[in-house]
């Protein structure tokens, strides 16, 4: 750089002296020079400066590759930790989800649970209920049914203060003397007082169906002093009658009674042959039982009727030995038993006839041995029915809508005959 100096002193002097046309000639070689040697010098600058940024553009470049991975490196680390967080969540989730669904499976259990004791507690207050309920029915039944024997015995007596019973004519000297002591009407009343205008010889019975109280015998058995054979088809049954007749000397068996085993009942309780009474209340096949029945011979036979199958038709339910009443749902109150016809024609056949019926219910009808009481007249069934006018074809019609059957035994030529089938067993 001296020679340029020295030629910027020659030029000023020769610009503020006198120069000559050399010295500006050498004047504008030096400016060419100088100008070449600054663009030189420039460009060199200029490189340089070029190097330096395109070192710190490099620099900077390489710095920012590393943020770049810096960041790329915090961005994974943050997504993985993210990743964690998010499956860290999902497990609690999960869990969350564990803990709800064993809680609602042990509350739903425990509703369960709860739920199924208040059920039982319902079921059980409500069975207590109901069992106290029939209790409170069955005690107001009671009080009832024993009110209206107390009504029917103060009216026996009244009749028995104010009514010359023994003046009246029959039946009327009979119905007159009905009471209730243990039969289910007045039943007790009118057996006495048949007894002792027609006579007795033995004093022994059978009861066939003799329920709790001995039906239509206990009176006999308890206060009249009578003999014989009380039957039930129920253990319980049977054995409140041991327990209330059997100091009496009455026999008492709990037995299922059938065409086939009824003689034989009769027979080994030494009940065979003339007896005063015969009393007969099963609720369903009294008919062919009956029919069956010639191991003894009653001066006297009390049947129960089905009132329901009207005046008119023969008829009775077909022979089942499995017969159980209650069975019968729809019609358990009307399907039984055989209407009062039936038997006032089967009682011909045995050489016995119609001669009442208690009148209380209209449900038990009497019969005498055709030798017995001989000016006691027959009656005809129709005339003696309680409702005379009834119209029992609805019921028949429900009976046979239910597929039920009755037989009938009417035969076209107006006689009577009634057998049953060739497996019933015979006594």
């Known amino acids: 750089m001296t020679w340029m100096c020295l030629w910027v002193r020659q030029l000023a002097l020769r610009v503020f002296g006198i120069a000559s046309r050399q010295d500006i000639a050498d004047m504008r070689r030096a400016l060419a020079m100088l100008a070449s ?10 490189k340089a400066q070029e190097r330096g940024l395109a070192l710190v553009l490099a620099r900077l470049q390489t710095q920012n590759k590393a943020q770049d991975r810096g960041l790329a490196l915090v ?32 509350i739903q259990a425990r509703l369960v649970r709860m739920r199924t004791r208040l059920e039982r507690v319902q079921t059980k207050n409500k069975a207590q209920i109901q069992a106290r309920l029939a209790r409170m029915q069955i005690g107001i039944d009671g009080i009832n049914d024993q009110l209206r024997h107390v009504d029917r015995n103060v009216k026996s007596l009244v009749r028995h203060e104010y009514v010359d019973q023994v003046a009246l004519p029959f039946p009327h000297n009979v119905l007159s003397q009905r009471f209730h002591v243990w039969s289910q009407n007045e039943e007790d009343g009118i057996t006495l007082a048949l ?44 054995e409140r009658l041991v327990a209330r007749f059997s100091q009496f000397g009455v026999v008492v ?8 085993n009824v003689n034989l009942l009769v027979r080994d309780s030494g009940m065979s042959g003339e007896i005063d009474l015969l009393s007969l209340d099963i609720d369903g096949n009294d008919y062919w039982i009956w029919q069956r029945l010639d191991a003894c011979s009653p ?27 209650p069975k019968f749902k729809d019609v358990r109150r009307q399907f039984y038993g055989a209407s009062l016809t ?8 045995k050489g016995y006839r119609l001669v009442l019926v208690e009148p209380s219910r209209g449900v038990n009808a009497y019969f005498l041995r055709n030798d017995v009481g001989i000016d006691i007249p027959a009656v005809a069934s ?12 609805p019921l028949f019609d429900q009976i046979a809508t239910m597929g039920l059957t ?22």
Not at 253 to 260: A, F, Q, V, Y
Not at 416 to 427: I, N
Request: glycine share 10%.
């Open 382 to 393: 129709a005339t003696i029915h309680p409702d005379p006018a009834m119209d029992a074809q």
């Open 195 to 238: 007894t002792n205008l027609v006579g007795s010889t033995t004093r022994r019975f059978v009861e066939l169906g003799a329920g709790k109280n001995g039906g239509n015998t206990g009176f006999l058995a308890e206060t009249c002093g009578w003999t014989g054979l009380m039957v039930d088809g129920s253990q319980d049954n049977a």
């Open 75 to 106: 961005l994974a680390r943050l997504q993985t930790q993210n990743k964690a967080q998010d499956r860290g969540l999902e497990r609690v989730l999960a869990r969350l989800e564990r803990v709800q669904t064993k809680n609602k499976s042990r």
């Open 406 to 427: 009755l037989v009938d035994l009417h035969l076209p030529n107006g006689t009577v005959k009634a057998t049953m089938s060739a497996d019933t067993p015979t006594g």
């Open 37 to 46: 040697e600054l663009r030189r010098s420039t460009a060199t600058k200029y």
């Open 299 to 325: 001066r006297i036979v009390v049947l129960e009727f089905n009132p329901a199958f009207g005046p008119e038709r023969a008829v009775t339910v077909p022979y089942d030995p499995a017969f159980y009443r």
């Open 253 to 260: 068996k709990g037995s299922w009674i059938t065409p086939g």
């Open 342 to 349: 039936a038997f006032e024609q089967l009682a011909r056949e």
